[in-house]
């Protein structure tokens, strides 16, 4: 309760939810004695991937036995996701002396919710002198509130396609535009560009990036993957082959996420071996991304039909989800809730092989699009229905033995989904 009631003064410090400027975050961290500065980390910027990319660096350093501090966002269920140190997560209690400390220092000054959250971040971050940080960029990352360090170890450069256009000008909503938001300040030290959705992108990345003189490792370029049979795929970068068993998680996208991963720690000199990248990627913890169901309420509602969640509510998350469920030889049915601001016909157009589609309203989310109007955009796909809700929605999808059911469409719903399970 305590922690909750801190957090609800944080969010009315500034009337914009995002205003996208460094002046705030960098006034606040002078006060801490620019904490940001004492620190050695690796920042994920992209669109699509960082947390996924986050995670599987976070496991194979946490195999090493190398104490990392992790920052991401959005949390799905609790907002300790966001702060991690020393491997762990802060529990309640100090995560509220921390915020309690630097909202006596912000004195109640203007200051949006993430970048006070970023100043807790670097705050507690300064702290830990010798762990590796990694930060996770918001959206865009040139007036991003975690865009105020003045060196890094390396910046990793995800999958970036079209998303969030709303807080673009209509003729600036293009991908070059994106990508020169996203990689235009990137600082001098070393770039891993991982697999992106068109050449187009890839080619945008490195004409914008062309002037960084950092040390530049693209995929295709300079570091790629295939897939073998017997359960392992192959690694390959300019120190050699490395074989590599299938990843805990799932998803054909997963392992380009796992190689750029890979390809950031085999660039970086931090007495990484080969055995903590095999152990690692086994071990990789991802909430709300292409996450099985396997026991709680909702999965008991589908019985012994596979139950999974999944946060994609962009144009290339569909992609590649519907990219992994063409994989499986099964009916598939989806639950989708989105938010308003999000392309709701792109994003349906890569349903192809789907059964039935449900939309259903999140109700957590004012800022959401209602699942009766949502079903009215889908409704060229065929077997689309309205439900209110997740449950009445999972009651009405007739599932046989062997059909799976998906829930995806928003990190907000996934956070519902696994609340309610």
């Given at each position: 309760?305590?922690?909750?009631?801190?957090?609800?003064?944080?969010?009315?410090?500034?009337?914009?939810?995002?205003?996208?400027?460094?002046?705030?975050?960098?006034?606040?961290?002078?006060?801490?004695?620019?904490?940001?500065?004492?620190?050695?980390?690796?920042?994920?910027?992209?669109?699509?991937?960082?947390?996924?990319?986050?995670?599987?660096?976070?496991?194979?350093?946490?195999?090493?036995?190398?104490?990392?501090?992790?920052?991401?966002?959005?949390?799905?269920?609790?907002?300790?996701?966001?702060?991690?140190?020393?491997?762990?997560?802060?529990?309640?209690?100090?995560?509220?002396?921390?915020?309690?400390?630097?909202?006596?220092?912000?004195?109640?000054?203007?200051?949006?919710?993430?970048?006070?959250?970023?100043?807790?971040?670097?705050?507690?971050?300064?702290?830990?002198?010798?762990?590796?940080?990694?930060?996770?960029?918001?959206?865009?990352?040139?007036?991003?509130a975690t865009n105020i360090l003045r060196e890094n170890l390396a910046s990793v450069v995800t999958s970036i396609s079209k998303d969030h256009l709303d807080w673009l000008e209509k003729d600036e909503q293009t991908i070059e535009k994106i990508v020169f938001e996203k990689t235009s300040s990137l600082l001098k030290s070393n770039i891993i560009v991982a697999k992106q959705s068109t050449k187009e992108t890839m080619d945008c990345i490195k004409k914008t990036i062309s002037q960084n003189q950092s040390n530049k490792v693209f995929f295709n370029d300079d570091f790629n993957y295939s897939v073998n049979e017997n359960d392992f795929f192959y690694y390959e970068d300019k120190l050699g082959g490395l074989k590599l068993p299938m990843p805990n998680i799932l998803g054909q996208f997963q392992l380009e996420n796992i190689s750029t991963a890979v390809a950031t720690l085999r660039t970086l000199n931090l007495g990484i071996k080969d055995e903590h990248i095999q152990r690692g990627i086994t071990k990789i913890s991802s909430l709300a991304r292409l996450q099985e169901i396997k026991s709680g309420k909702l999965k008991e509602l589908v019985k012994n039909n596979k139950l999974?969640?999944?946060?994609?509510?962009?144009?290339?998350?569909?992609?590649?989800?519907?990219?992994?469920?063409?994989?499986?030889?099964?009916?598939?049915?989806?639950?989708?809730?989105?938010?308003?601001?999000?392309?709701?016909?792109?994003?349906?157009?890569?349903?192809?092989?789907?059964?039935?589609?449900?939309?259903?309203?999140?109700?957590?989310?004012?800022?959401?699009?209602?699942?009766?109007?949502?079903?009215?955009?889908?409704?060229?796909?065929?077997?689309?229905?309205?439900?209110?809700?997740?449950?009445?929605?999972i009651k009405s999808i007739k599932l046989k033995e062997g059909d799976l059911l998906l829930i995806t469409g928003s990190l907000y719903g996934a956070a519902e989904v696994l609340s309610l399970n």
């Open positions: 309760m305590k922690l909750q009631k801190i957090l609800s003064r944080f969010q009315k410090l500034h009337p914009k939810e995002i205003d996208l400027s460094l002046d705030r975050i960098k006034d606040l961290c002078k006060k801490l004695g620019n904490p940001q500065d004492k620190i050695k980390a690796i920042s994920v910027v992209g669109t699509n991937a960082k947390n996924s990319t986050i995670n599987g660096i976070f496991s194979i350093l946490k195999e090493a036995n190398l104490k990392c501090n992790v920052y991401t966002s959005p949390h799905i269920l609790k907002i300790n996701e966001r702060f991690i140190f020393n491997n762990k997560e802060l529990c309640d209690d100090e995560l509220a002396d921390l915020f309690e400390e630097i909202e006596s220092i912000n004195d109640n000054k203007p200051i949006t919710f993430f970048e006070i959250l970023t100043a807790c971040y670097f705050y507690k971050a300064a702290q830990y002198p010798g762990n590796t940080n990694l930060i996770e960029a918001g959206l865009f990352h040139r007036f991003d999974i969640v999944d946060g994609s509510h962009n144009e290339d998350g569909a992609r590649v989800l519907n990219e992994y469920l063409q994989t499986l030889d099964c009916n598939k049915h989806v639950i989708i809730s989105m938010m308003a601001n999000k392309q709701h016909e792109k994003y349906i157009s890569y349903f192809k092989d789907v059964s039935s589609i449900t939309t259903i309203d999140l109700k957590t989310q004012p800022n959401s699009i209602r699942g009766k109007d949502l079903k009215e955009k889908f409704k060229s796909m065929p077997n689309v229905q309205y439900q209110p809700s997740i449950e009445q929605a």
